[in-house]
């Protein structure tokens, strides 16, 4: 078998939260399996230090994917100025930490918005440029809270359960085209601003590491390579997963 299956020369990827986190991540090893990445995102500042870091194949947008009504000329501008989309991640997301009972109407909306229903109304107009070419990859960013239930995050976990059911829904509708529909469920990966928040609670983190089954966090390029994968023509037959990268974390008891 040649390693070419699992090249990404030639490929355009749209990464939404695309500077920063994971989704930097999955920016970096897109670029190294050869594609030419477009990250976007709101915060310009992070963009273009991310884009230097990234360097020639990387181009940035700043854009809101709560600004529903400016999705289809953004999508149109990448498609006729840079070229086609290849490949979608849907790594934007916004997180709320509070109690249920402490969270408001306003608070769930709010996550649901940018997590969920936002992912959405980006997809479609993606898709709607894939389903006529009958080719492309669309990959969510899921999360353990939308595996199992995890305390003081009842809107993020509800969002993100939500993307497997979209998953679901659009593989019974986008396979015939050729348009797979994958999703990756990162564990508990390496942050600064992960690994500050676990270490003022120490309760929190022996809970988690507890609860993984191998014996350290995971990395960013543990999910940039995932998706470079699921991206890929070595995954050419794979639609419709939910693919965990947490060391166990979803299986160990």
């Known amino acids: 078998m040649s390693l070419d299956v699992f090249s990404l020369k030639g490929k355009i990827a749209l990464v939404t939260g695309g500077g920063t986190g994971i989704g930097l991540g999955i920016s970096k090893a897109f670029i190294q399996a050869g594609a030419i990445v477009i990250i976007t995102g ?13 360097g020639e194949h990387c181009k940035y947008f700043v854009n809101d994917v709560t600004n529903r009504k400016g999705i289809p000329d953004f999508i149109s501008h990448i498609e006729t100025q840079i070229g086609a989309i290849d490949i979608l991640v849907n ?8 109690w249920a009972q402490d969270t408001t109407d306003e608070d769930f909306e709010r996550v649901l918005q940018t997590n969920l229903i936002s992912v959405f109304s980006l997809t479609r107009e993606c898709a709607k440029y894939m389903l006529n070419r009958k080719s492309g990859s669309i990959i969510m960013i899921g999360s353990m809270a939308g595996l199992f239930g995890v305390d003081r995050v009842v809107a993020y976990g509800v969002s993100k359960t939500a993307i497997t059911g979209l998953v679901n829904a659009l593989v019974t509708e986008y396979s015939k085209s050729n348009v797979r529909v994958n999703a990756i469920a990162p564990g508990w990966i390496e942050s600064n601003m992960f690994l500050n928040a676990i270490n003022k609670d120490e309760k929190r983190k022996k809970q988690i590491t507890n609860r993984i089954a191998m014996d350290h966090f995971g990395k960013v390029e543990d999910i940039g390579n995932a998706a470079v994968f699921l991206g890929s023509d070595a995954a050419k037959y794979i639609t419709g997963v939910i693919l965990p990268v947490d060391g166990g974390a979803t299986v160990n008891f």
């Open 91 to 98: 790594n934007a997301g916004i997180h709320h930490k509070a």
């Open 42 to 54: 709101r915060r310009e500042t992070m963009l273009k230090e991310a884009a230097t870091e990234l």
